[in-house]
C-alpha cells in the first residue's frame, strides 16, 4: 500500500536525518500524526523559521539564538585557554560534562579524504587570528578519535606550531572511532585531564 503523499513527504524529509532510514522515518511519521492534541502543530511552529531564528557565534561558531553567544560574553570563563572543536555537538557535549571553563573555537568542517572534505585556507587564518588577538595561552585540539580526527588534528598542529602557545590534545581515554558528542562525562572527563602537550611529545 503506498503512503498517502502527506506522509510520505514527511517520510521522505525524516531519512534526511543522520541515522534515520527508512522503517525508523516511517516509524517517526506515524508517530507525529498519531498524537493526541496540538503536537504537530507544535512541533511545526518550533520548526519553522528555525534558522532564521538561530545563527553561528561570529566569535567561536558555536549555534546561538543571541550574537556573541553567552559562552563568550560569559566573565566567568578561562580566555586564556581555547578549545578547538569539529563541531557544535562536540560543543554542548563538554559543557553538559562540565569539564572545562575556558572558550571554544568551532570549526567550519574538517579533512575526510574519502568524503572529499578539507579545511578552507579561510579557517586556519580565523583560529590564527583569534589566537592572536585574544592573546590565547593554551589550545586544546579536542578533534574526534577517528582517521578524520587525526588528520584534521595534525593539518592544524602544522599551521600553529610557530605560534608561542601550548598546543595540546585530548588523551585516548576516548574510544578510537569514536566520538566526543556520545561519550559519557567520565570519559571526557579522563580524555581532558589526561591531555597530551603535543610540543614536549613531539620532541621525545
Given amino acids: 500500500m503506498a503512503l498517502p503523499e502527506p506522509l510520505l513527504q514527511l517520510v521522505t524529509l525524516l531519512k534526511r536525518l543522520p541515522g534515520v532510514g527508512e522503517k525508523?522515518?516511517?516509524?517517526?511519521?506515524?508517530?507525529?500524526?498519531?498524537?493526541?492534541?496540538?503536537?504537530p502543530e507544535e512541533l511545526a511552529i518550533a520548526?519553522?523559521?528555525?534558522?532564521?531564528?538561530?545563527?553561528?557565534?561570529?566569535?567561536?561558531?558555536?549555534?546561538t539564538d543571541v550574537d556573541p553567544c553567552s559562552i563568550c560574553t560569559d566573565p566567568l570563563r578561562e580566555r586564556q585557554t581555547l578549545c578547538v572543536v569539529e563541531t557544535a555537538e562536540d560543543?554542548?557535549?563538554?559543557?553538559?560534562?562540565?569539564i572545562?571553563?575556558?572558550?571554544?573555537?568551532?570549526?567550519?568542517?574538517?579533512?575526510?579524504?574519502?568524503?572529499?572534505?578539507?579545511l578552507p585556507p579561510s579557517e586556519y587564518e580565523r583560529l590564527k587570528e583569534r589566537i592572536?588577538?585574544?592573546?590565547?595561552?593554551?589550545?586544546?585540539?579536542?578533534?574526534?578519535?577517528?582517521?578524520?580526527?587525526?588528520?584534521?588534528?595534525?593539518?592544524?598542529?602544522?599551521e600553529l606550531e610557530d605560534l608561542d602557545v601550548k598546543i595540546s590534545r585530548l588523551a585516548y581515554g576516548l574510544p578510537v572511532g569514536g566520538s566526543i558528542e556520545f561519550a559519557d562525562r567520565i570519559t571526557l572527563h579522563a580524555a581532558f585531564e589526561s591531555r597530551v602537550d603535543v610540543r614536549k611529545n613531539k620532541r621525545r
Avoid: W
Fill in 132 to 158: 592572536i588577538n585574544t592573546r590565547v595561552k593554551e589550545v586544546i585540539i579536542a578533534t574526534n578519535p577517528r582517521v578524520e580526527g587525526d588528520l584534521t588534528f595534525y593539518s592544524l598542529f602544522s
Fill in 100 to 118: 572545562y571553563n575556558g572558550l571554544y573555537h568551532v570549526l567550519k568542517g574538517k579533512i575526510s579524504p574519502l568524503d572529499g572534505e578539507d
Fill in 47 to 63: 520548526l519553522h523559521g528555525l534558522k532564521e531564528r538561530l545563527c553561528e557565534c561570529s566569535k567561536c561558531g558555536n549555534i
Fill in 24 to 39: 525508523s522515518a516511517r516509524r517517526m511519521a506515524f508517530f507525529i500524526i498519531q498524537q493526541p492534541g496540538s503536537y
Fill in 91 to 98: 560543543l554542548l557535549s563538554m559543557e553538559q560534562a562540565g
